[in-house]
Nanobody
Framework: SGATRGIWGGLVQPGGSLRLSCATSGFTLDYFAIAWFRQAPGKEREELSCIDNNNGETYYADSVKNRFAISRDNAKDVVYLQMNTLKPEDTAVYYC???????????????????????WGKGTLVAVSS
């Protein structure tokens, strides 16, 4: 078993950028898919992006497409979320999650559906404010 160790957030001004990191512990990224989620106060959790490490395919929600970019460093077992042109409405607690089985990867990455097999990382607050 393993876990995603956590990510580092912060406070940033509107229009700024921030990169989140999700480091795995106890397992390598091979054959896993990692997704980024966020939950703003009073709102449902939203899946933002997913990377399938089996083939490198990436997926994005329309709300962050062309602003956010997911990437991986397999040597370091880290997945990044580069967030650009941040807006106040991007303020939320951000999480990363990992799945391993093929069906969960399909649901989480290709379909952006909730799955119950996710190994969650610790959330971190990203605040966008002037």
């Amino acid at each position: 078993s393993g876990a995603t160790r956590g990510i580092w957030g912060g406070l940033v001004q509107p229009g700024g950028s921030l990169r989140l990191s999700c480091a795995t512990s106890g397992f390598t990224l091979d054959y896993f898919a990692i997704a980024w989620f966020r939950q703003a106060p009073g709102k449902e959790r939203e899946e933002l992006s997913c990377i399938d490490n089996n083939n490198g395919e990436t997926y994005y929600a329309d709300s962050v497409k062309n602003r956010f970019a997911i990437s991986r460093d397999n040597a370091k077992d880290v997945v990044y979320l580069q967030m650009n042109t941040l807006k106040p409405e991007d303020t939320a607690v951000y999480y990363c999650g990992a799945v391993h089985d093929a069906l969960s990867i399909l649901r989480m990455c290709a379909e952006f559906r909730a799955v119950d097999t996710i190994t969650w990382g610790k959330g971190t607050l990203v605040a966008v404010s002037s």
